[in-house]
Nanobody, 123 residues
C-alpha cells in the first residue's frame, strides 16, 4: 500500500510555469514506477507522463513533450512534474499515480492514486 499526496497546483497565465509535487508514504517508494495523469473539464483522465523506478527513464504524452519534465527523489519519496510554456488547454486536475515495477501509460495499469491538484491556465 502506498499513499500519495499532490501539491503545487494553482492559477497561472499562459506561457507560465508551475511545479507539481507528489509525496508518497507507505511501502518502499523506489519499488514503484510513477505516473502523472490529468483530467480536464468534461474530459477523460489522460496520461501525461511517467518515470521509472530509479528516475533514469521517462515517457511523455505528445501533447506535453518538450514542455513538461518529470523527476523523482527516492530519498525524499517525491516525484515532481515541472510544467513550462503552459497553455489554457493544460487546465485540469493533475493526479500522480503509482504502480509496481514498470512504466505504463494506461490509467487502469496504476494501482494507487493521489487526490489530485487543480491547475488552471488563463489566456
Amino acid at each position: 500500500q502506498v499513499q500519495l499526496v499532490e501539491s503545487g497546483g494553482g492559477l497561472v497565465q499562459a506561457g507560465g510555469s508551475l511545479r507539481l509535487s507528489c509525496t508518497a508514504s507507505g511501502r518502499t517508494f523506489s519499488f514503484y514506477a510513477m505516473g502523472w495523469f490529468r483530467q480536464g473539464p468534461g474530459k477523460e483522465r489522460e496520461f501525461v507522463g511517467a518515470i521509472n523506478r530509479n528516475g533514469g527513464n521517462t515517457y511523455y504524452a505528445d501533447s506535453v513533450k518538450g514542455r513538461f519534465t518529470i523527476s523523482r527523489d527516492n530519498a525524499k519519496n517525491e516525484v515532481h512534474l515541472q510544467m513550462t510554456s503552459l497553455k489554457p488547454e493544460d487546465t485540469a486536475v493533475y493526479y500522480c499515480a503509482a504502480r509496481p515495477l514498470l512504466i505504463k501509460t494506461m490509467r487502469d495499469d496504476y494501482n494507487y492514486w493521489g487526490q489530485g491538484t487543480q491547475v488552471t491556465v488563463s489566456s
